[in-house]
């Protein structure tokens, strides 16, 4: 699995607006993403990216309200992710944080030797994320709000079709949903 959370947490406070909402509710960046986006990355790589088919996790909003949300420290199962940041906060707080070592689990282990990237509205972070694990940091304020689009792109050499069945299952719950 594409977790890298501890044993022993089973379970994660998180808020999302999901990629059907986006296209329904903010169809600009459904648009952003399958157009100008993509084509900006593709003048910058060699081999080109394409946006994903299954429309259930094309683009997505990541939301964080308070000191009790966080997003699940996992590695990606996608050649190039891209976050675009619509909010910023001061260091200590909201922050993605990379492993230096793949082999680690749970936020200890990440902190323990990471790098972080502050979130700053209007950002935009694109990497390979299928190596290194990584999350969100919680916020330092429960009046925070902290919210990133979250864009899965694929390539020829690593195709959408790599990706593993079961992680439809666990983001969405439903069987009938994995591919």
Partial sequence: ???REAPDV????????HADQVRQRLPWLAGLYHGPLLNRINQSREEPAVTAEDQRYTVVLNVQRGRSMRFEAHVDSNPLSGLL???GHPQGGGEICF???PRVFGLKEIDRDC???SPQPGHLVLFDGRVH????RRLNDNSDIRVLAAM?????SFPESNRPPA????LYGDPALSM
């Fill in 10 to 17: 089973t379970f994660i406070t998180r808020g999302r607006l």
């Fill in 1 to 3: 699995m594409l977790t």
């Fill in 167 to 170: 992680l439809n299952q666990h």
């Fill in 133 to 136: 694990p990584h999350y969100a």
């Fill in 152 to 156: 899965n792109y694929y390539t020829a």
């Fill in 99 to 101: 492993a230096r070592d």
């Fill in 115 to 117: 790098t972080m990237i």
């Fill in 85 to 87: 940041f619509f909010t």
